[in-house]
């Protein structure tokens, strides 16, 4: 009879531990090591980590200022790149996490986000999202990140941000989420017409590539440019400083998938999209 009692005491002990191990806990840890994707309560997104259940706490409303940057008053230049910051203040709390995406009103992304930290991660290919080594802080907490400006054209882009002040008692109750936006514009006084016609006489071949990729220009008029090719989460993989109208680059030794190629020329930025094979 006491081996039974044992054998059934032993069996609620691992029963209750694999519930404790399988509720609170893990889904702390996993938000501690980032936020899951489309949480910025965008018009696309809709849901921020709240309204999703991520956390439960007080309903704190829009908070202007929480974003920042270091593109100018009269806007972007269409592929330059620019420091994106993200800033949440609350006095008394030691741990913070964030989520923020440049987006349209129907979610897409809109020029492309790279990682300039350990303390932040790249999700679900348009967020931006802090690491497990990214959320300490002392009464704030501050994220930065670079954003390549999109192509000529594209207009006004605003980044959508969520915020969570946490209280660090491990589970998602008693945290706060605050949302915010930063809205910025495409400065037309660089040349649109100008960068659209290079754009147009810019030919890229073969498309898909396997081990050239050849860049060639009609105009032949462009002077010495530079060739960036950036892969999807905003990595730079490649560059060719000092090249001319018509160059190669062996992409050979790239993983298969899409990249960027930006070419930076005295009149701006041209974006093309390759596909590696």
Request: charged share 10%; aromatic share 6%.
């Amino acid at each position: 009879m006491k081996t039974i009692t044992k054998i059934a005491l032993s069996i609620f002990t691992i029963t209750v531990g694999a519930m404790i191990f399988t509720t609170g806990i893990p889904q702390a840890n996993s938000l501690s090591n980032g936020a899951p994707a489309g949480k910025t309560g965008s018009p696309a997104d809709g849901a921020t980590c709240n309204s999703a259940g991520c956390h439960t706490g007080a309903t704190v409303p829009f908070t202007a200022g929480l974003i920042s940057s270091t593109v100018p008053v009269t806007g972007y230049v269409p592929g330059a790149t620019y420091t994106i910051t993200g800033t949440i203040i609350r006095p008394g709390h030691t741990k913070f996490g964030f989520e923020i995406s440049p987006q349209n009103s129907v979610g897409t992304k809109l020029g492309s986000i790279a990682i300039t930290s350990s303390q932040t991660q790249i999700v679900g290919l348009k967020y931006i999202t802090h690491t497990s080594s990214g959320t300490s802080g002392s009464g704030s907490k501050s994220w930065s990140f670079n954003w390549i400006a999109p192509a000529a054209g594209t207009g006004v882009v605003t980044f959508y941000g969520a915020f969570n002040a946490t209280n660090s008692n491990s589970i998602p109750s008693g945290d706060s989420i605050f949302t915010s936006t930063l809205t910025v514009a495409e400065n037309l006084s660089t040349g649109l017409g100008a960068l659209s016609e290079i754009s147009k006489n810019i030919t890229t071949y073969p498309n898909p590539v396997t081990d050239e990729l050849h860049i060639t220009n009609a105009l032949n008029s462009l002077g010495e440019i530079q060739l960036s090719i950036i892969d999807i989460n905003g990595r730079l993989v490649k560059r060719v400083a000092n090249a001319t109208v018509n160059s190669t680059i062996d992409v050979s030794d790239l993983a298969r998938g899409n990249y960027m190629l930006k070419i930076d020329t005295e009149k701006g930025a041209v974006i093309k999209k390759i596909i590696k094979n």
